[in-house]
């Protein structure tokens, strides 16, 4: 009974230690966005969100790229790395690559597909591409790898096995319903400079991707109690 | 028989399209319009009454004026002209109004109080109704009878500077012009000076009898700026400025002529206290209207309040001062004080003259016009008007001359005011009676009860919910097509990751671990799912589903894969076909380089090769006589394009010889009526002899082939691609998607009702009434009938939804062996149809006052209401069917 209940807080307190880095983790990406758009003008003269677009969008993908790359080599929140060769390391970090660069080019067709111009703008959407694939790729590389399995049981109802893959779920989605939401300004005859394809939904995916970043160490905090994971 | 759900929805929806019918019949009200049509210009005016006597004058009053100059400054409110920032900004007007040779009126504008409406109630007098726009196909050109037409058909010389509304609705009238375009709202300077800029040259050439300016300036600052901004006060000097200038050069050229000349100063609408117009606040209704002229006895001094007068009333008065007739549809009354000044016989022919034509206007259109009080009072003038005359010619000078005379003018006067009143409240009023009843008609349908939903189900109704919100929107309607398009796509990406989920996490097919995480899943975050997919299952009914149809292996099992692909590229392909729409829609599509002389043998390739596909996959369910009739009438339907001049045969490529193609047409109505008629028989047969299940399958399909040839012959040559990808996509989804993941009913219902409404917009219709293909009406006849054309034309128009839902009751009754599938369809078809319907409705009269309320919304309406209609049809089609499947059962 006593080494029961030792092991069920012991549990809590690891959850919330856990929750915890998840939430410092988060915060450090959302800073690292608002870096990118602020810090750059003091560098760039009249560099703006919106004239400069694709320079922001640039800044904004790598610097998020990189404070994810640096999160997976301090907090390594995957434990299952085995003893593995440098060879295989840099196998599996050029599939990464090839990952990455196929599901930026699976998102421009897609965008295509939803009606994006197909010669014209190609630019302005491979990058909207690209950081749609930042927010919603690169953090599944790190955190599940290139495994598409894994990633299709992420996603599918109940398949979650930790806080992590459980945040990665709620901020791809929620970067996804961004860039989606995104686009129903542009038809509105308000003239804006943001209605521009793909300001509105590049600037969408982006807010969701925040919203997703804050939000889900809250609700994982706040439903930690019902939370069980397969593998804990 | 017991009453089924699916009965129970066909009839909710036919008392909707009754509340739909009475809903509009309130929301346009018909127009008072004159029958006769406009080309008897020739008429000779009303002659003069006399009672007995005959009067020596019969013709035509000669004008009162010799040129006539019109400055409207859009925009312009009373109180700018006749407040305090008219005696601030505008001394030389204020001056005139209240010493010079000048009548000063306040007009009052009928909403909605937008420039167009108000050019057509200053030029043509009547009130301008949402019915005219459907009517004329949204031509821009005003086909009515005008004060413009009016006097180019009497010789006069027009020149027009200003707002290129003007030019758009009198193309050929001007003998000068130069519109300016009011796209630019942040700029009020540029656009006035253009107009100003030609001024001085005008005015001293004077070769022209008719000058008409439109300044925009004004109501570009109000739209910025509002009506308290100090711009407006430099505008008004502008203009006084403007003013001074033309009155000035007219008196200085009036030495040389006989006649006076007139000027009029007037506002097409005014401004709200936040700077816009198009609803009926006072501040928008109220606007200006000076006439000045030497002919005008100058008044005493003594300030008086401007008398209020309706706006339609200029058209009228410009006639008279013309010398033209008044416009036939005109509903205003002279304004009496211009002509005051004239011999008592004048005046009194005037009178007479617009009385008579309202009079005229009021037989036409009120049934018991003998007992207007209006008709009576217009009798009893004329009578007492004949009494003078007769006098006038005994050469009776006495003072009972005068004395009669002012009395037969009062009476006039009082005849002139309730005919104008009772014409203009036959359309001023929306029939809200009518409006009232349709609505509540149409809304008491989605209120019912419903069985009970899974929450799959609610899921595709929050996306059309989405799509309902949207309709509240301009923008969102003129760009419906945007929206259909995206959901039909997340549609198929969602379909597409129910797919790989299915396949790609089998092998793992462990029973599903029940966290407690998905009670709070479910409530906190309804919208993931949202974005996830409509149809993304819960764990349990995957287990459902998979459970039937056994893994499919190899070659199906990558179809099944790549059909949502090969769809979306489908669409993505139609989409590019017809751009419509309003803010894309001058963007190149594949439909114009199609169909223009250049491409003709790629068009006839593509159209070839879609006829074959839509042989090749219409064919197959029919039987073998109706196969023959369907190979036979598609080469029916591409021996009409070639003989309309559409395509070319390969062996003759430059024929010329060009016909109506009527022969072919309808040798292929013969084929379309043959085929129908077997499916028909067939479904007769299986109904009345009980027989096999598969006769009844045979008969629906030969009904949908029998209905695709007949969409083939009707859609223009570079839209066959478009039907045959219609069918393409239904055989692929029901063989690939549906079949394999056991969607249920009403999933089912939804995709095709989506997929309907994308391809109505896929083959290039949109909300605009200018987009509805009228030539569809005209094959195989020779001249215009109007029961088929019109039938034809509906067709051809919704060809998309009928063909889904067509297919949809195929694919139930051959697919679902339980008899309720199809009454639960028709049910859910009916609900998601009409459910539009109703919110728009409830839209429609909140927004009755918006900017856009006749160039948008009111098109949209009418489309809703058609639609409606249509889907009542189906309804009718599903109940027979469900008749049909209980007595075969």
Known sequence: MLTLLQRVTQGSTMKNTDIKRLFYAHLLCVFSIILSTFVPSFFLESFSILETHLTWLCICSVSVIAVNLVLYFVVKPNVSSKRSSSSHKVARFLKCCIYFLMSCFSFHVIFVLYGAPLIELVLETFLFAVILSTFTTVPCLCLLGPNLKAWLRVFSRNGVSSIWENSLQITTIASFIGAWLGAFPIPLDWGRPWQVWPISCTLGATFGYVAGLVLSPLWIYRNRKQLTYKNN | ?889
């Open chain 2, 1 to 889: 028989m017991r009453l089924g759900s699916g009965t129970f929805a066909a009839c909710c929806v036919a008392i909707e399209v009754l509340g739909v019918a009475i809903f509009l019949r309130g929301f346009f009200p018909a127009p008072v319009r004159s029958s006769s049509s406009t080309e008897h210009r020739a008429e000779l005016p009303a002659p003069e009454p006399s009672a007995g006597a005959t009067s020596n004058w019969t013709e035509r009053p000669s004008p009162l004026f010799s040129k006539v100059v019109i400055v409207l400054v859009d925009a312009l409110r009373d109180d700018f002209v006749f407040g305090s920032k008219g005696v601030r900004f505008m001394p030389y007007t204020t001056h005139l109004v209240e010493e010079g040779a000048s009548h000063s009126f306040v007009a009052e504008a009928k909403p909605p109080t937008v420039t167009m409406p108000r050019i057509k109630a200053l030029m043509t007098g009547s009130l301008p109704g949402f019915i005219d726009i459907v009517r004329n196909l949204n031509s821009p050109v005003l086909l009515e009878d005008n004060v413009i037409g009016q006097a180019k058909a009497a010789g006069k010389r027009m020149i027009f500077y200003g707002d290129e509304t003007w030019v758009k609705l009198f193309p050929k009238h001007f003998v000068e012009y130069d519109g300016t375009t009011s796209f630019f709202v942040s700029d009020y300077t540029e656009v006035d000076n253009n107009v100003t800029r030609h001024l001085d040259k005008v005015l001293k050439r004077g070769d022209w009898d008719v000058l008409i300016l439109h300044y925009l300036g004004l109501d570009h600052i109000g739209h910025v700026s509002g009506p308290s901004s100090p711009l407006i006060g430099h505008k008004l000097s502008e203009m006084d400025n403007v003013l001074m200038k033309i009155h000035t050069s007219l008196l200085a050229k009036e030495r040389d002529s006989v006649l006076p000349s007139l000027l009029v100063l007037c506002g097409d609408h005014g401004m709200s206290e936040t700077g816009g117009h198009g609803a009926s606040s006072a501040g928008e209704v109220n606007t200006p209207l000076i006439l000045i002229s030497s002919a005008f006895q100058r008044k005493p001094g003594g300030i008086r309040r401007p008398q209020r007068v309706q706006q339609t009333d200029l058209a009228a008065t410009l006639a008279i001062g013309l010398g033209l007739p008044i416009p036939k549809d005109s509903v205003g009354s002279l304004l009496f004080p211009v002509v005051e000044g004239k011999p008592m016989r004048e005046q009194l022919r005037f009178l007479h003259l617009n009385t008579v034509q309202l009079s005229k206007l009021l037989q036409e259109n009120v049934p018991s016009y003998e007992k207007d009080p209006g008709f009576e009072q217009f009798k009893m003038s004329e009578r007492l008007h004949g009494n003078w005359v007769r006098l006038y010619l005994e050469e009776n000078r006495s003072e009972v001359l005068v004395n009669l005379g002012t009395k037969v003018i009062r009476q006039y006067l009082d005849a002139l005011r309730t005919l104008s009143v009772s014409l203009s409240t036959q359309v001023a009023q929306y029939d809200v009676y009518s409006m009232v009843v349709g609505a509540v008609m149409v809304l008491e349908n989605p209120a019912r009860p419903h069985s009970k939903w899974s929450e799959l189900e609610l899921l595709i109704v929050f996306g059309t919910l989405g799509h309902v919100l949207s309709l509240g929107g301009s923008s969102f309607v003129e760009e419906e097509h945007q929206t259909w398009y995206f959901l039909v796509n997340t549609l198929c990406l969602a379909l597409s990751q129910e797919i790989c989920r299915n396949y790609f996490l089998e092998d793992d097919d462990e029973p599903p671990h029940r966290f407690p995480m998905e009670q709070g899943f479910d409530c906190a975050a309804p919208a993931l799912q949202d974005w996830r997919g409509y149809c993304v299952p819960r764990p349990d009914r995957v287990c459902k589903r998979r459970l039937p149809s056994a893994v499919p292996g190899g070659l199906e099992r990558w179809m099944v894969l790549a059909s949502p692909w090969l769809i979306l590229a489908c669409c993505r392909l139609l989409r590019s076909l017809n751009q419509t729409g309003v803010q894309w829609a001058h963007l190149p599509d594949l439909g114009h380089w199609l169909t223009s002389s250049d491409h003709k043998a790629e068009l006839s390739a593509l159209a070839a090769l879609s006829l074959l596909v839509v042989f090749v996959l219409a064919q197959r369910g029919c039987s073998p006589v109706s196969k023959g009739a369907l190979a036979l009438g598609l080469l029916g339907v591409y021996c009409y394009r070639v003989a309309v001049g559409n395509v070319l045969f390969p062996w003759r490529p430059d024929s010329k010889d060009i016909s109506k193609g009527i022969i072919e047409a309808r040798f292929v109505y013969v084929f379309v009526l043959g085929i129908l008629f077997t499916g028909t028989k067939d479904l007769l047969k299986s109904q009345v002899l009980a027989a096999d299940f598969k006769t009844k399958t045979v008969g629906l399909w030969e009904i949908f082939s029998g209905l695709v040839l007949l969409a083939a012959l009707l859609s223009r040559p570079h839209n066959l691609p478009v039907l045959a990808s219609s069918l393409l996509i239904q055989t692929v989804m029901t063989s690939f998607i549906w079949k394999p993941l056991q969607h249920s009913t009403a999933e089912i219902t939804v995709m095709h009702y989506w997929f309907g409404q994308a391809f109505f917009y896929f083959q290039g219709n949109s909300n605009n009434i200018a987009t509805v293909d009228i030539s569809a009406g005209f094959v195989g006849f020779d001249a215009y009938v109007e029961t088929p054309a019109m039938l034809l034309t509906a067709f051809a128009t919704y060809v998309g939804p009928l063909l889904w839902a067509c297919h949809l009751v195929h694919f139930l009754s051959s697919e679902r062996s339980s008899s309720t599938a199809l009454s639960h369809a028709c049910f859910c078809y009916a609900l998601i149809c009409s459910v539009p319907v109703a919110v728009y409705i409830v839209l429609v009269s909140s927004l009755r006052y918006h900017l856009f309320i006749w160039s948008v919304f009111s098109p949209k309406l009418l489309y809703e209401g058609m639609h409606l209609l249509v889907t009542a049809a189906v309804c009718a089609f599903f109940t027979a069917m469900d008749r049909t499947s209980i007595t075969t059962s």
